[in-house]
């Protein structure tokens, strides 16, 4: 069979996009590392009592080099400020979305799921619906969603009925209750913090929140400090109680700012140390969820 001319062209164009990689070592080149940061400007914006109703993305993507907005680059983190009696929503291209309540209260609905919220508290919803905030009072929310993974590669929320993730709604006194418990278990040379993990039934037997990102609220007592460990999970820190905290990521110090949050990148040396009066409290936000499901999770102390 004669083959027509224009499919030679096409044939050619398949061809040009064709390339051929021949280095030496597989494994000498990289996207940009991701840096250690926090975000002070932004947690000023949130917390200005002037501030409008808004959302304040936590956004490195010049440093990350992505065309797209991300905090790591699998997760995109944001503040939400929602004057009192006022409402915000958005649709995020994501598979699923989470929420701390930094301040405030009110209420959030996604389809026909309702969350009503108080400070303290943790909520999550399934990604791509539209989700409308409403407070009753001066309200901040911190929201991560996998966003950057999805815009990786081009993808959309999944429908509806295909998601993964199920709403759910962690109280802030059902969370002291369990913290309670963990205060008063020994630690052994295995312990590898004084936290709770915040997962759901949807997705067992794994301890994420939603299928990739994992979340816990973490504590340390004044006067302890937290033992030198890294993992191949970038974290993202939201200092809920800072005073008198630090970090030592490498060796570098970072002193927390209450309601700051601050990147830890994969697989770096870190530990945390309380020098203040009160117990460290911290929502911590990793992407190692998605490393569980690749078995490459990467945890050791030193």
Request: aromatic fraction near 10%; charged fraction near 20%.
């Amino acid at each position: 069979m004669a083959i027509k001319e224009n499919e030679i062209s096409q044939e050619n164009k398949y061809q040009a996009r064709a390339i051929y990689n021949s280095p030496e070592n597989f494994f000498d080149w990289s996207w940009p590392k991701v840096p250690r940061h926090q975000f002070l400007n932004e947690r000023n914006y949130a917390y200005d009592p002037a501030g409008i109703t808004r959302l304040i993305e936590l956004d490195i993507s010049q440093a990350l080099e992505t065309a797209y907005p991300a905090t790591t680059p699998a997760i995109l983190a944001r503040y939400i400020k929602i004057q009192a009696s006022e409402k915000i929503s958005h649709s995020f291209i994501a598979s699923g979305e989470i929420f701390y309540v930094l301040e405030g209260n009110g209420e959030s609905r996604n389809r026909n799921d309702t969350v009503l919220w108080g400070k303290g508290d943790v909520f999550c919803f399934p990604g791509g619906n539209e989700t409308i905030h409403s407070a009753e009072l001066t309200s901040i929310l911190f929201s991560v969603t996998n966003e950057p993974l999805l815009s990786f590669d081009r993808l959309q929320a999944p429908a509806p009925k295909n998601s993964h993730t199920k709403t759910a709604h962690w109280p802030h006194d059902e969370i002291e209750k369990h913290l309670q418990q963990v205060y008063i278990r020994p630690k052994t040379a295995e312990t590898s913090g004084v936290a709770i993990q915040l997962s759901t039934s949807a997705t067992a037997p794994s301890r994420n929140t939603v299928p990739m990102i994992n979340t816990a609220i973490n504590t340390l007592e004044s006067g302890d400090d937290q033992r030198p460990h890294r993992h191949n999970g970038a974290a993202i820190t939201l200092a809920i109680e800072g005073e008198g905290i630090y970090s030592l990521i490498e060796g570098e110090k970072v002193s927390w700012v209450t309601g700051a949050a601050q990147i830890t990148p994969a697989a770096e040396l870190h530990s945390h140390h309380n020098r203040g009066n009160r117990r460290m409290r911290s929502f911590v936000i990793q992407d190692e969820g998605l490393h569980f499901y690749l078995r490459t999770p990467g945890f050791s102390w030193d």
